[in-house]
């Protein structure tokens, strides 16, 4: 007889060796580590062990290094060329290439996500813009955006934990590059990269003040938003908090840029490379477990094609591997706080009471930590709040549809407009329908494509303004940016 072959992957733990993680942060203000009156824990959420306590900065840290960021915009970086600084930024770049491991690793113990993403997607983005505005820094007179263009001071920046080193990077490096400092904030649940990028900065001597980091809630956030001495506000985060800086700024002669939330279509036409396809919605809505704004969360099918492709999406949805984020064969790790696994699960119940028909795929969990399996809803129309709210997670809401103009209007259907995807051999179709949707990033038989040279951002509730490209320079420049 013969002995069955197990085809299952081995465990293959990567090490957390690299990383020192010290039990208690300060705020990186004017250059050094500045001890934190009060702090709060983070947590590794796929194990929920507390990795470090976080300093909670209050009216004083934020007033200092407000402070430390007028000093050293006035005293050193407006006065260095293009040149000088696209040094530092260059320089920057090269060390986080260098500690690139370092990062991964902490990303993954501290957000959740997988080490095979964080290791070959955020931390080699995140230095890609570092690169890419490290080559703008002396060409901004070429960029089409004016000859004689001004950084607008201090910038103060406010990101999510969904890609916590990577939304870093989209805010500094631009900031930099056009000659502005700035004061950032990460999200309360995911602060340590932020802090070790801090470390970099200390690494590359870039002068004191040009970049200081505190870190905080929302009530952190808050005290930056309404500072007086902030020229320039730069949030990724969620629609609800959008509103009320959005609020908080008109009144003043802040600039701002808003990236919020998505819940874009994915649109699959019956003359779609199936196969292709299946691989296109999995990474549309399940890459980095759905954390994602930009997320294909909303899959519209062609009618004439919906058995083929669920029935191929469930076999593929079986396939995915979640787990251990730090096992290098896993696909899906842990969802981010205890707090989004309750949204997602809330959610999840108000489809099914709605009607929705739900399926997830068979998993197993591990004991402790937050986990959500990858799931979708069939039989959802349009008034449904899966189809309507962002839910955050790893869930996939499946409309149908008859025409394109059908699919059109569907997809349009939301008031965001951050992303959209388009599955069609048709060149015809594809122009045609890419002119018709209203979101910021429209992919093409691909989905969730990232590069720093394209401008990433949204219409309607999902922002204001653009990060990346040349575009994304103008939000970093008097006069040529959103005011
Ligand atoms: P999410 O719902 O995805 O956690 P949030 O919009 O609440 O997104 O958070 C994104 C970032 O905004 C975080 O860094 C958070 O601390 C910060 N934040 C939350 N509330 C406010 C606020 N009122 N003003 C400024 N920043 C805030």
Request: glycine content about 10%; aromatic content about 8%; some cysteine.
């Amino acid at each position: 007889m013969e002995t069955p072959v197990n085809f299952d992957y081995a465990p293959a733990p990567e090490s957390r060796a690299i990383v020192t993680i010290k039990p208690t942060y300060g705020h990186f203000i004017a250059g050094k580590f500045v001890a934190g009156r009060k702090h709060f824990p983070t947590i590794n959420p796929a194990t929920e062990e507390v990795l470090s306590q976080i300093a909670l900065a209050g009216k004083a840290e934020v007033d200092s290094a407000i402070a430390a960021a007028r000093k050293a915009y006035i005293t050193t970086w407006s006065k260095l060329s293009g040149k000088e600084r696209g040094k530092y930024l260059f320089r920057i770049a090269r060390i986080m290439q260098e500690r690139a491991r370092e990062f991964a690793v902490l990303e993954t113990l501290d957000n959740g996500k997988p080490i095979r993403e964080s290791r070959d997607v955020d931390v080699p983005l995140a230095a890609a813009h570092f690169f890419y505005h490290a080559g703008w820094a002396d060409k901004l007179e070429f960029a089409g955006l004016g000859t004689s263009t001004k950084p607008h001071g201090v910038a103060g920046q406010i990101i999510p934990w969904n890609f916590p080193l990577l939304m870093l990077s989209w805010k500094v490096a631009p900031a930099l590059a056009t000659g502005n400092t700035v004061v950032l904030k990460p999200a309360e649940s995911t602060s340590l990269t932020a802090l070790l990028f801090a470390e970099v900065c200390q690494q590359a001597e870039l002068p004191a003040g040009v970049v200081n980091i505190v870190t905080g809630d929302g009530s952190t956030g808050a005290l930056i938003v309404n500072h007086p001495g902030i020229d320039k506000i730069a949030f990724t985060g969620s629609t609800e908090v959008g509103k009320i800086i959005a609020r908080a700024v008109a009144p003043t002669h802040k600039s701002v840029t808003l990236e919020l939330g998505g819940k874009a279509a994915n649109i699959i036409f019956d003359d779609a490379a199936i196969d292709e396809a299946i691989e296109g919605i999995v990474n549309g809505v399940f890459f980095n477990q759905g954390h994602v704004c930009c997320a294909g969360s909303r899959l519209l099918l062609q009618e004439n094609i919906v058995d083929e492709v669920l029935e191929k999406l469930k076999v593929r949805m079986a396939k995915i591997r979640v787990g251990d984020p730090m096992d290098k064969n896993t696909d899906l790790g842990a969802i981010n706080s205890k707090e989004q696994l309750l949204k997602i699960q809330d959610l999840s119940r108000v489809g099914e009471s709605e009607g929705g028909a739900r399926w997830s795929a068979p998993c197993d969990f591990p004991k402790k930590g937050f986990w959500f399996a990858p799931t979708i809803f069939t039989g959802v129309t349009q008034a449904h709040r899966i189809a309507r709210e962002e839910i955050f997670g790893p869930v996939l809401s499946v409309l149908t549809f008859r025409t394109p103009q059908e699919a059109m209007d569907k997809a349009n259907n939301t008031p965001f407009g951050l992303s959209a995807g388009i599955w069609s051999e048709k060149g015809s179709r594809i122009l045609w329908a890419s002119q018709q949707l209203r979101a910021g990033v429209i992919w093409v038989n691909t989905f969730n494509k990232f590069d720093p040279t394209s401008p990433f951002g949204g219409y309607k509730e999902s922002g204001w303004g653009r990060e990346g490209g040349r575009h994304g320079l103008s939000a970093y420049l008097k006069g040529v940016g959103h005011e």
